[in-house]
């Protein structure tokens, strides 16, 4: 099943659901290097050619619905739990930073990196979205990792300054704040910065709901109420918590009618 959604600057997207079978399929990626659980969760946004803003975004949207909102925050005095919803008013929308700079009769389009930091020194020039020449306009977000590549080896030399100078200009739009400074709490503001390594770190916490024991255990036991299993793993984890929850419920009502006093 797929789920459309439109982003705070309008753009509408297309998802893929994040299925229950999906997080066995993610777990596997957790010795792996970050940019391959990166990539792996990058394959539910349908819509190509995004920023990382953008995809930020669709991936808290996807998390939301298909796993849930609450998730807890790294902070010097411990883990803070706190909704989705509420890191999203705190961040805000997606400010227009887009800039042309023309060298040699190209016109290059700089705006948010197109990829997230994984460790790759070169991840920087994603900030380069369009490049026009003449008449001709290769957008960069829709050609392959190969192509990309290509692109980024044959850039002028010139345009480097120009680039370092766009990160300058433009840092107050790559910080996110996800948790403004709470006195009461003595908690300290949790930001994030969309080129750091750490910010891919974060957002691949926000899939890490449960390890291969929990998957295996929580389906065992829904195994007894339900016995369709590709019914359960082709659910999402929200649906599959919700029909734990009832399945828990309905033991406990049960266990309390089997202990009441027969009259």
Known sequence: MYITHILPNGKEIKLREFL?????????YQDAS???RISFLESFILTKGLNVIEKFYALVYLRLQCIGSDVLLPSSKGDVGVSLEFIRDNIGGISDIE???????????????????C?????????????QINNEILEVGEL?????????ER???????HVERFVED???YFSLTLLKKRENLDIEPIKFNLLDYDFAHFITSLFRIIDSAGYKELLFTLSRRINDISFLINSTYLEVYDYFDLYRREMEEQKQANDSPVS
């Open 20 to 28: 229950y079978k999906d997080i066995r399929t993610f777990n596997l």
């Open 34 to 36: 970050i940019f391959g």
């Open 99 to 117: 800039t042309s700079i023309e060298i040699e009769d190209v016109i290059y389009t700089l705006d948010y990196p197109l990829n997230f930091n």
């Open 119 to 131: 460790g790759n020194d070169d991840f920087v020039l994603s900030i380069i979205k369009r490049i």
């Open 144 to 152: 392959t990792e190969d192509e990309q590549q290509e692109v980024i």
């Open 155 to 161: 850039l002028p030399k010139k345009l480097y300054k």
């Open 170 to 172: 433009c840092n107050e």
